[in-house]
């Protein structure tokens, strides 16, 4: 299994990027994004359930990400509109075969991409 993430960058703070996430070696029912800063925790940002369709985002970023998915190609995106420095982060993904755990829980993913880096200057 692997997850291969890209689209990173550097953007001024109000840009847009958008991240890919290609997943191979099996289906998931459930994909989702992951943010770290040095010396913080990871946190969540955002998740679709395969099977339902359902989104899930954090507060945070509500309104103005969007994460979307193209089953056909086992991919994941997160649209990231109105950056904020407050954005910058590591981004992973992150995908499960299980549907236990909570969709917000680094834990209820078993497998992670090599994470892009993701810069907003003010």
């Known amino acids: 299994v692997q997850l291969q993430a890209s689209g990173g960058g550097l953007v001024q703070a109000g840009g847009s990027l958008r991240l890919s996430c290609a997943a191979s070696?099996?289906?998931?029912?459930?994909m989702g994004w992951f943010r770290q800063v040095p010396g913080n925790e990871r946190e969540f940002v955002a998740a679709?359930?395969?099977?339902?369709?359902?989104?899930y985002y954090a507060d945070s970023v509500r309104g103005r990400f969007t994460i979307s998915r193209d089953n056909a190609k086992n991919t994941v995106y997160l649209q990231m509109n109105s950056l904020k420095p407050e954005d910058t982060a590591v981004y992973y993904c992150?995908?499960?075969?299980?549907?236990?755990?909570?969709?917000?829980?680094?834990?209820?993913?078993?497998?992670w991409g090599q994470g892009t880096q993701v810069t907003v200057s003010s």
């Open positions: 992150a995908a499960s075969p299980f549907y236990s755990g909570g969709f917000d829980t680094v834990g209820s993913y078993l497998y």
């Open positions: 070696g099996r289906t998931f029912t459930r």
């Open positions: 679709s359930r395969w099977s339902s369709g359902s989104l």
